[in-house]
């Protein structure tokens, strides 16, 4: 594959009210700068994009854009059109074949084929594409779906040359991540998978997080920060428990957590090695009925037990 890693910042209606729709289209923000980085044969071509967009609409900056990212009405007062600076991106992607877009993040194409479709340029010309940030977080190990670049920068062991929220830096840094992701394609079929049972209930989903603590007691384990905090594998919201963690076999607790959008099963178990230290693993599921069922029926003899 040869991946066009895209990066963009865009302008917001100065408030809801005032986003533009016509004729059924909505336009959600407008692209104000547009940076991307070509990785071919696994290197980072020479020859990058990088343009400003002169807005038409939501032409006021609002200050925090403008902190963030350092532009300004002045400069994009000089920028080229959408469509020009379209028709250059697309001639560039063509250029060195790129097949699949990378970015950081889910905004960046949403936000784009929003603006093709509003201007009518279209949207089918835009290439597959995936979001890099699940497939690190993934080979980190970390237990959320969602991590700044920044972060990831420094977990990756990144130099940090360039500063944050310039759309060419930051699709240059998302480029030097993805050239230490290992698998890509394995990970963009995975990523494919969980972006499926994110909107299919009925396929399977199993996240699994393993970990090592010395205590005396598996009760102890359980308050260790690991096995306390919740994040949606899913969507990346903080997530909590209906209730507490209940002990359905020897070494083996069950919960239901929540977040904003789904209802999830976490399975812990526990085991014992040598050195006296609990080893488990953490495994989050897609809840059932009989899952619920079990869960809430061991809350109540928890309950009546304490009564």
């Known amino acids: 594959m040869t991946y066009i890693v895209l990066d963009m910042e865009w302008s917001q209606p100065v408030?809801?009210?005032?986003t533009l729709t016509r004729g059924g289209k909505t336009l959600p923000?407008?692209?104000?700068?547009?940076?991307?980085?070509?990785?071919?044969?696994?290197?980072?071509?020479?020859?990058?994009f990088s343009e400003y967009v002169k807005p038409i609409y939501y032409t006021i900056i609002k200050s925090r854009i403008k902190k963030l990212t350092g532009i300004n009405e002045k400069e994009l007062k000089k920028a080229d059109t959408f469509g020009n600076v379209?028709?250059?991106?697309?001639?560039?992607?063509?250029?060195?074949?790129?097949?699949?877009i990378c970015t950081w993040g889910c905004d960046d194409v949403s936000n784009l084929r929003a603006q093709c479709e509003f201007f009518g340029f279209g949207k089918e010309?835009?290439?597959?594409w995936f979001n890099l940030q699940p497939l690190v977080t993934r080979q980190l190990q970390l237990q959320r779906a969602q991590i700044s670049l920044s972060t990831a920068v420094e977990l990756m062991g990144i130099n940090e040359?360039?500063?944050?929220?310039?759309?060419?830096?930051?699709?240059?840094?998302?480029?030097?991540?993805?050239?230490?992701?290992?698998?890509i394609e394995e990970g963009i079929k995975w990523q494919k998978k969980v972006d499926y049972a994110h909107a299919n209930p009925y396929k399977q989903l199993c996240v699994t997080v393993y970990g090592k603590r010395k205590y005396t007691r598996t009760v102890s384990a359980l308050r260790s920060p690991e096995l306390r905090r919740y994040v949606?594998?899913?969507?990346?919201?903080?997530?909590?428990?209906?209730?507490?963690?209940?002990n359905i076999k020897p070494c083996s607790y069950l919960a239901v957590m929540?977040?904003?959008?789904?209802?999830?099963?976490?399975?812990?178990?526990?085991?014992?090695?040598?050195?006296?230290?609990?080893?488990?693993?953490?495994?989050?599921?897609?809840?059932?009925?009989?899952?619920?069922?079990?869960?809430?029926?061991?809350?109540?003899?928890?309950?009546?037990?304490?009564?």
């Open 161 to 183: 040359e360039l500063s944050y929220h310039s759309a060419i830096n930051d699709a240059y840094y998302t480029a030097l991540i993805l050239l230490g992701v290992n698998n």
């Open 29 to 48: 923000v407008e692209i104000i700068q547009i940076g991307a980085v070509m990785v071919k044969d696994g290197k980072i071509v020479d020859e990058i």
């Open 86 to 100: 379209l028709r250059r991106l697309r001639n560039w992607i063509d250029k060195y074949g790129g097949d699949t």
């Open 125 to 128: 010309w835009i290439p597959p």
């Open 258 to 307: 929540k977040c904003a959008k789904h209802t999830l099963a976490v399975n812990i178990l526990f085991s014992k090695d040598e050195e006296g230290r609990y080893e488990w693993v953490k495994k989050i599921t897609f809840t059932d009925s009989s899952t619920e069922k079990l869960y809430q029926d061991r809350i109540r003899k928890k309950s009546a037990r304490a009564n």
């Open 15 to 18: 408030c809801k009210e005032k």
């Open 232 to 246: 949606c594998p899913l969507c990346g919201r903080p997530s909590t428990l209906k209730d507490k963690l209940v």
